[in-house]
């Protein structure tokens, strides 16, 4: 067990790294890290994944307004399947993802232009597909293309093995502070302050979610992140689960006002479905409007009786988390830097974004190779607005 004070002990000849926070981005940044032979520090106040990455499933898409977002996307499937292969468990299902709406077709060639298998589905195929689906009620149909390489991503699953793969040790304890030189740490050092500890260390990657623009005010920085709530809702399969499940994104505007994501828990028997939009919450953590997430909540209820007689409309679990949206999309994410950097040691990453579990992989590579000295990726700065819908 480390001494509460490690000062700037390390660890062989290495680099000295730390991860705040254990959900799967700092979990895959973790594992990027075992990749390249540091053993991290990583810490985490709860449970492993148990914060914004909470549920058991989540949807993988490559489709993405940015098409930056969509090479990040294809880089991630890439990196999920090596993963799956090393690790011996199945992290995103092969089931594709169905999008209903008029923007299907614009979808699609983006798609087409990343080298991403997708093609437009007819209302037959689209029954095999979602066998939960009811028949459109128009003579004419929204336009639904499938993205093939999409899936349901075994959230559990991923995190559970990344953590036990992790080749460092998962420090149980609360964050208050990281300091780079010239704000509290030595010189060429990054220092953290937990409840029970003082480490330096050559590089802190804080991937800590809703926390994380707190820890940025104390290395000198303003993250422009909005807070949020937002509801999912898991519904189960009536009778026996299909043999294919896709996952949903309904944009067609049909059955609901908004846009509705879905997809399926393991095994299939049950769908999880989130309605568009969340809850604004403060700084501090308190939600401005309570019973609004009581709203999306029954939104997708609703959905679900309008549009997918599959499903018993009786919910079977809820979950809650928090949204920390950058202003630019909710897709959005970047990096910011405090520090040195370049390899000089005592740089501090801090990561802000949202529904970022389909890019966890990628971006942890891309955190891991930024925390041993090379350049941090040009996408991921925050004046190149990664998320953002191109200018026409």
């Known amino acids: ?205 804080v991937c800590a979610g809703r926390g994380t623009p707190a820890l940025a005010r104390g290395a000198g920085l303003t993250l422009p992140v909005e807070f949020g709530a937002h509801a999912r809702v898991t519904f189960a399969v009536r009778g026996e689960p299909p043999a294919r499940l896709a996952c949903l994104q309904d944009n067609s505007g049909e059955f609901t006002a908004g846009s509705v994501y879905a997809a399926a828990l393991p095994g299939g028997r049950a769908y999880a479905l989130g309605a568009s939009g969340h809850v604004a919450a403060r700084a501090d953590g308190s939600v401005v409007d309570p019973d609004g997430l009581a709203g999306l909540a029954d939104g997708a209820t609703a959905y679900v009786r309008a549009a997918l007689p599959g499903l018993d409309p009786d919910p079977v679990g809820h979950v809650h988390c928090w949204t920390t949206e950058l202003p630019w999309s909710s897709d959005g994410v970047a990096v910011w830097q405090a520090g040195p950097g370049g390899g000089r040691g005592g740089q501090v990453l801090f990561v802000a974004g949202n529904n970022l579990f389909k890019h966890a992989p990628a971006l942890g590579r891309a955190l891991a190779r930024a925390a041993v000295g090379e350049e941090l990726a040009a996408d991921l700065r925050p004046e190149a607005r990664l998320g953002s819908a191109p200018r026409a």
Do not use: C
């Open 1 to 205: 067990m480390s001494s509460p004070d490690v000062g700037g002990r390390g660890r062989g000849t290495g680099p000295r790294v730390a991860v705040v926070g254990a959900g799967i981005v700092g979990l895959s940044t973790a594992y990027a890290l075992t990749e390249l032979g540091v053993r991290p520090d990583v810490y985490e106040v709860g449970v492993p994944g148990n914060g914004q990455s909470t549920g058991q499933s989540r949807l993988f898409r490559h489709s993405h307004e940015d098409p930056r977002l969509i090479a990040w996307a294809r880089e991630s499937r890439a990196v999920w399947r090596t993963w799956q292969d090393r690790l011996g468990v199945e992290l995103v299902s092969e089931d594709g993802a169905v999008s209903i709406g008029p923007d299907a077709g614009q979808r699609l060639a983006l798609l087409r232009q990343a080298g991403v298998p997708a093609r437009m589905v007819d209302a037959d195929e689209l029954a095999k597909l979602l066998p939960l689906v009811r028949g459109r009620r128009s003579g004419d149909p929204a336009p639904a293309m499938l993205d093939e390489t999409a899936g349901a991503i075994r959230t559990q699953a991923a995190i559970r093995a990344l953590a036990a793969a992790v080749d460092g040790e998962i420090i149980g304890d609360d964050v208050l502070s990281v300091h780079t030189a010239g704000t509290g740490a030595p010189t060429g050092r990054a220092q953290v302050r937990s409840v029970s500890r003082r480490a330096d260390y050559d590089t802190v990657v």
